[in-house]
């Protein structure tokens, strides 16, 4: 991908350690306002969390991870092994600030695993585990970018779902990433970004994060989709994950399942494209993943203006889980699977 300038994309950045506290971009404030929320604490970044300043599932592994070295500011201990012990109410605190992404617990088990291996430098150790999980996190974007774009035929228009950039994870992005990519290489020649409510991911984020690259999605409301891929525009539908099982199936932004059903019906390519943090070898299959309901509130309105009558009830489920069965190829930076079932995910994950 010798023709993609990396440095143009290294502009976002929603997550900034600044030596003794973590700065998040308020992600609820965008497109309108680009502040940044100072958290000092491990308590403060769980709140971020859940509140979703920070979000996307890389993300939220990351500021995690610094949440970690915070909490480790308040304790006194010798080894690695004591500060462990410590610091697992704080850890367990962060782990329970949204349960879907499986980049959470990755990450938060990497602090525990390199904690209880250190010796008295263990301040030091974790902050450097802080640090490459970010590192790490943008190298497998660049590179599941060019796996991801590779696939796609010069000329195609793409659909894309939520947030899956720079705002999501350390920089680049994931099926964004792959985005960027294919229109660099001259692959995709339009991007269609489905508004993605109740949150609008995809309206506040998406677009504003590629217009700042000088790409022009565009933006359709969620329910047409399927319209759109009768018209002929798509020839893939790439999205992100919050979590891939054992058997390919892949939790992701609610919405994507009925994308994926419609793109099986129209002919239309679906890529997930994911770091390998988002693959869980531990949970067999959707049925087992954890759905993460947030307030029905969030269904009431559109920017603080209420848009539906008072007293109505309401369900909302914020991701689903879309079967291995419809999804055409998973991208990792470790490489493509096509057509994914549990065998090719056990030969490339085991
Ligand atoms: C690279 S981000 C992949 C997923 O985390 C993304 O598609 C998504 O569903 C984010 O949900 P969110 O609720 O905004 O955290």
Not at 3 to 26: K, M, N, Q, S, V
Not at 79 to 85: E, I, K, N
Not at 109 to 128: F, K, N, S, T, Y
Request: charged share 20%.
């Amino acid at each position: 991908m010798s023709d993609l300038d990396f440095d143009r994309y290294d502009r976002i950045r929603p997550i900034r350690w600044t030596g003794d506290a973590l700065e998040l971009l308020d992600q609820r404030k965008l497109p309108f306002e680009v502040t940044y929320v100072r958290c000092e604490t491990s308590d403060a970044v769980a709140e971020a969390i859940a509140a979703l300043t920070v979000r996307g599932a890389p993300a939220i592994g990351i500021a995690a991870a610094w949440g970690v070295v915070l909490a480790a500011s308040t304790v006194d201990a010798a080894d690695g092994a004591s500060a462990a012990q410590a610091l697992e109410p704080p850890i367990d605190r962060l782990n329970a600030s949204r349960p879907t992404a499986v980049n959470l617990a990755w990450a938060l088990a990497r602090m525990r695993r390199v904690l209880g291996e250190a010796g008295a430098d263990w301040r030091e150790v974790i902050a450097r585990e802080a640090e490459a999980i970010s590192t790490e996190d943008l190298a497998a974007n660049r590179r599941m970018g060019a796996l991801g774009a590779a696939l796609i035929e010069p000329g195609s228009g793409v659909l894309t779902h939520c947030n899956t950039g720079s705002l999501a994870t350390a920089g680049f992005g994931t099926a964004l990433g792959v985005i960027r990519a294919g229109v660099a290489q001259g692959r995709i020649e339009q991007v269609f970004a489905g508004e993605t409510r109740p949150w609008l991911q995809g309206s506040r984020l998406t677009v504003w994060e590629l217009e700042q690259d000088g790409i022009a999605p565009t933006l359709i409301a969620d329910a047409a989709a399927s319209h759109l891929m009768k018209s002929n525009k798509v020839q893939w539908v790439i999205v992100g994950a919050d979590r891939i099982c054992a058997n390919g199936d892949t939790a992701n932004k609610i919405g994507t399942y009925q994308l994926a059903i419609a793109a099986r019906h129209h002919g239309v390519k679906f890529m997930v494209a994911a770091p390998s943090s988002t693959v869980d070898m531990a949970t067999p299959s959707g049925d087992a993943i954890h759905i993460e309901e947030r307030d029905p509130g969030e269904l009431f309105g559109v920017g603080g203006v209420r848009t539906a009558a008072e007293r109505v009830s309401a369900w909302n489920p914020v991701f689903d889980v879309t079967p291995h069965t419809l999804i055409d190829a998973i991208v990792t930076e470790r490489g493509v699977i096509e057509r994914p079932d549990e065998t090719a995910m056990r030969a490339a994950f085991s």
